[in-house]
């Protein structure tokens, strides 16, 4: 741990610095956001009430490829479905907005900061999840079917990399002057 510390200490305004611990913090996120994907179903599989109107476009059982039974009911898909999905992101990315601003760009934040994540976050969120849904019913029909959720859920976690590094090092917690 000295080790991390020393460089820390060494090259803690570095972007290149900041980079590789953003991504060791996202290695944390990610292993959190998995453990999540695999377990919640255990406790929302008995969801079985069907998404509403608005969502229902988005995650339908044609896109999603799914067949009736416990995640589709009456041609809709349900809540059991989408909330493992949504809240191993929501919950894992929180987790990983707070590390991040103490330990990879050590700032206290915008007062803005927290509402512009929790925006940017819903909207990626939801997005990942469709995407997440779409891989999984996919991966489920090959020989990776084991893997569905863990390998959907690895690959959303990638599409936010890409959106949340830029946005927490030059937006939320860009260092002044």
Same mark, same amino acid.
């Given at each position: 741990?000295?080790?991390?510390?020393?460089?820390?200490?060494? +090259?803690?305004?570095?972007?290149v610095?900041?980079?590789?611990?953003?991504n060791?913090?996202g290695?944390?996120?990610?292993l959190?956001q998995?453990?999540?994907?695999?377990?919640l179903?255990?406790?929302f599989?008995?969801?079985?009430?069907?998404?509403?109107?608005?969502?229902?476009?988005?995650?339908?059982?044609?896109?999603? $490829?799914l067949?009736?039974?416990?995640?589709?009911i009456?041609?809709v898909?349900?809540?059991?479905?989408?909330?493992?999905?949504?809240?191993? $992101?929501?919950?894992a990315?929180? +987790?990983?907005?707070?590390?991040?601003?103490n330990?990879t760009?050590?700032?206290?934040?915008?007062?803005?900061?927290?509402?512009?994540?929790?925006a940017?976050?819903?909207l990626?969120?939801?997005f990942?999840t469709?995407?997440q849904?779409?891989?999984?019913?996919?991966f489920?029909?090959?020989s990776l079917?084991?893997?569905?959720?863990?390998?959907a859920?690895?690959?959303?976690?990638?599409i936010?990399?890409?959106?949340?590094?830029?946005?927490?090092? +030059?937006?939320?917690?860009?260092?002044e002057?």
């Amino acid at each position: 741990m000295k080790f991390l510390k020393d460089l820390d200490d060494k +090259y803690r305004d570095s972007g290149v610095w900041q980079f590789i611990k953003f991504n060791l913090v996202g290695s944390t996120v990610s292993l959190l956001q998995l453990i999540l994907a695999n377990l919640l179903p255990a406790f929302f599989d008995g969801f079985t009430y069907v998404l509403p109107p608005f969502l229902r476009g988005i995650f339908s059982k044609e896109i999603l $490829n799914l067949n009736e039974g416990i995640y589709v009911i009456n041609g809709v898909v349900t809540w059991g479905y989408v909330l493992p999905f949504f809240l191993s $992101n929501f919950l894992a990315n929180i +987790y990983g907005y707070f590390i991040n601003r103490n330990t990879t760009f050590h700032a206290k934040g915008k007062s803005y900061s927290l509402p512009l994540y929790f925006a940017v976050l819903i909207l990626l969120i939801l997005f990942t999840t469709w995407v997440q849904g779409i891989l999984n019913s996919y991966f489920m029909t090959t020989s990776l079917s084991a893997l569905s959720r863990t390998l959907a859920a690895a690959i959303a976690g990638l599409i936010q990399l890409v959106v949340l590094y830029p946005l927490e090092k +030059y937006v939320l917690f860009k260092k002044e002057g």
